[in-house]
């Protein structure tokens, strides 16, 4: 299986930049696709897609959340950091069954 | 507007049966692969299984193979999940997800297997 390494927490403070990162254990990237996905979750809800192949936005979730990376390293950036964005950050990648999640970022205020 | 909601949750004994019900609405059903991913209380999340658009091909996470079974009525827009033989370890939450990324998810449903 396909092992998503994150750190457990980040902290942030409010307006800054919040870069939480994913390292694969193995490249999750077939020729142009990098398929790493991003999801925020708040306590008792369900997860939300923010970023799907690495550095598209879903539907519906602000201009400042970005994702970046191929191969195994990949990235996630909220710039600027508001209140609402604290949450816990899952990476999942979907090239090789099964499909994995990371242990998950809390992000939390400084 | 998409929507998937579960149903069917509960608490249930070691060794016993339930099944899940995930009602889709708001887009073509039988276009998308779906699945269902479980999340430990205070853990993170973990796929269970998924199910191609047409329900031709299905895929297990090692845990649950021989004991889950996924399955989706096409005519109806709902996914299924049967759990048998369930475990103490089996006690999550399960949520239906459409595709490959999850870019829709429902609410979720709370299992408990315990004595």
């Known amino acids: 299986d396909i092992v998503l390494t994150q750190s457990p927490a980040l902290a942030v403070s409010l307006g800054q930049r919040a870069t939480i990162s994913c390292r694969a254990s193995?490249?999750?990237?077939?020729?142009?696709?990098?398929?790493m996905h991003w999801y925020q979750q708040k306590p008792g809800q369900q997860p939300k897609l923010l970023i799907y192949?690495?550095?598209n936005l879903a539907s519906g979730i602000p201009a400042r959340f970005s994702g970046s990376g191929s191969g195994t390293d990949f990235t996630l950036t909220i710039n600027p950091v508001q209140a609402d964005d604290i949450a816990t950050y899952y990476c999942?990648?979907?090239?090789?069954?099964?499909?994995?999640f990371g242990a998950g970022t809390k992000l939390e205020l400084k | 507007e998409v929507q998937l909601v579960e149903s069917g949750g509960g608490l249930v004994q070691p060794g016993r049966s339930m099944k899940l019900s995930c009602a889709a609405s708001?887009?073509?059903?039988?276009?998308?692969?779906m699945a269902w991913v479980c999340q430990a209380p205070k853990k993170g999340l973990e796929w269970v299984a998924t199910?191609?658009?047409?329900?031709?091909?299905?895929y297990y996470r090692d845990s649950v193979k021989g004991r889950f079974t996924i399955s989706r009525d096409n005519a109806k827009s709902t996914l299924y999940l049967q759990m048998d033989s369930l475990r103490s370890e089996d006690t999550a939450t399960y949520y239906c997800?459409?595709?490959?990324?999850?870019?829709?998810w429902g609410q979720g449903v709370m299992v408990t297997v315990s004595s």
């Open positions: 997800a459409r595709r490959d990324y999850y870019d829709y």
């Open positions: 708001g887009f073509t059903f039988n276009n998308y692969d």
């Open positions: 199910i191609s658009y047409d329900g031709s091909s299905t």
């Open positions: 193995q490249s999750v990237s077939i020729s142009r696709y990098n398929l």
């Open positions: 192949r690495a550095s």
């Open positions: 999942q990648q979907s090239r090789e069954s099964p499909p994995t």
